[in-house]
């Protein structure tokens, strides 16, 4: 990789202010004749806070209004072009290679992703009270996808400039000092932010681009917001009850259909600081709204028997009864379905069959909702002032826990921080290392 980069900085009177960037990239695992690609970028704004007639406002601290544009180009990974053997597990003592299963295709572009947003950042009150607002949008295209082609070819995908997604949203940041005096500072910070996403295109030979089906079908289809599990629901009478097989167990669908997005509905974060004195507190609260995760581990701990829930309430001994009906199902080849002669089911079954169900029935047993709050991190300090100290004026000393407490989540089983988040595959859930919980201690001397 090569790269030059400029930049640019003006200013007017302290009201007026404008920023450029410029870069060009050469990257080597592009194609010789198109491994160039530039991206500018281009910030202004308007402090209006500067002009007399809002100096003479008392409750009026700062006042900006701002606009950016920017461009940001991407390369692929190494060997995506032409053909290349890969390393195998040696066969007595030979070393041995072969090919990938994807078709690397040497006409390739940069990815290319093109963005704007607008901002106002207002701070009242001798900035006792403030916020910021923020409004995005990002386009990227031309990105580096492999896309399924048939296994006639010999390769399961081929690297393709395949996708255009839009990316757009909202960001709000309110921030206060609630209480100031000579001894005490309370100083508190609210964000929010919120994110919709489609798939605008993918390439004229799919609409729907697979991203993982090792254990369930995560997909990104145009039209649709960007990873969509799919995955096999329930059955349900007319009545919205679940449909009960002849064997006891719940039915499940003929198709695979969606099932969610690993998309939050927003995010948000809480953050506080107190001092009193020379003593400081504070605390951090984080969360989000909404999306789906796939869990794994839950479908596996159901399966052997491993959740607490499969021996509640004397399941083992007793079996239960499922809640449902029963009916004559017809699937249709659309994937819709019709039930009829409808009756209340009456089959009892064992634990072993209910919990096994949830492993090998309807995908919707382990698709949960992502919604958590977490308190993210506490710390507590005191300062020592020294007066009349020659060399060391101040030593600070800190103590602080991260990842101490999870108030609230919707799944009970699973953390949604566990999911995967490599690369294009998220929102998957696999036996995955439960967050550590951290404590550290500093010092920090001031000369």
Do not use: C
């Amino acid at each position: 990789m090569a790269s030059v980069y400029g930049s640019f900085s003006l200013g007017y009177n302290d009201l007026l202010y404008l920023d450029g960037t410029v870069r060009n990239d050469w990257s080597s695992t592009l194609p010789t004749d198109n491994n160039s690609f530039i991206y500018p970028s281009l910030t202004g704004s308007f402090v209006f806070s500067q002009l007399e007639a809002f100096k003479q406002l008392d409750w009026l601290s700062f006042g900006k209004i701002r606009l950016g544009w920017a461009q940001v180009g991407n390369d692929t990974d190494p060997y995506q072009l032409y053909k290349v053997y890969e390393p195998e597990q040696s066969y007595e003592g030979q070393a041995s290679y072969g090919l990938p299963s994807i078709k690397p295709n040497a006409n390739l572009k940069p990815e290319i992703t093109s963005s704007w947003e607008t901002g106002l950042n207002v701070q009242l009150f001798k900035n006792r009270l403030g916020f910021d607002i923020t409004y995005y949008n990002n386009n990227s295209r031309n990105q580096i996808l492999p896309v399924p082609v048939s296994s006639s070819f010999g390769y399961a995908s081929k690297v393709f400039n395949a996708g255009k997604i839009n990316n757009k949203g909202l960001e709000i940041v309110l921030n206060g000092t609630p209480i100031k005096n000579e001894n005490f500072t309370w100083d508190a910070t609210i964000n929010w932010a919120k994110n919709k996403n489609k798939v605008i295109k993918l390439d004229d030979q799919v609409n729907t681009l697979s991203l993982s089906n090792s254990l369930v079908e995560l997909v990104a289809r145009e039209g649709e917001s960007y990873g969509q599990f799919l995955g096999y629901d329930f059955v349900y009478a007319a009545d919205g009850q679940r449909v009960v097989q002849a064997d006891g167990t719940y039915m499940k669908t003929s198709q695979l259909v969606p099932l969610g997005s690993i998309l939050p509905d927003f995010t948000f974060g809480f953050q506080n600081s107190f001092r009193y004195k020379n003593f400081s507190l504070g605390f951090l609260v984080s969360g989000r709204v909404g999306g789906k995760f796939f869990s794994q581990t839950y479908k596996v701990g159901m399966y052997s028997g491993i959740l607490d829930k499969t021996a509640a309430n004397n399941i083992r001994e007793t079996g239960v009864i499922l809640d449902g009906v029963k009916g004559d199902v017809t699937f249709h080849s659309d994937g819709t379905y019709a039930v009829e002669n409808v009756q209340q089911n009456t089959t009892n079954i064992t634990a072993q069959q209910w919990a096994r169900n949830e492993y090998n029935g309807p995908t919707t047993f382990s698709i949960f909702d992502a919604t958590y709050v977490k308190l993210r991190e506490v710390t507590l300090g005191y300062n020592f002032k020294l007066a009349n100290a020659k060399v060391i004026k101040n030593i600070g000393v800190n103590v602080y826990g991260r990842n101490l407490w999870n108030i609230y989540t919707k799944s009970k089983y699973i953390d949604p921080e566990f999911t995967s988040s490599g690369g294009n595959v998220q929102g998957i859930e696999g036996g995955n290392i439960p967050v550590p919980v951290t404590y550290g201690f500093n010092v920090n001397l001031k000369f």
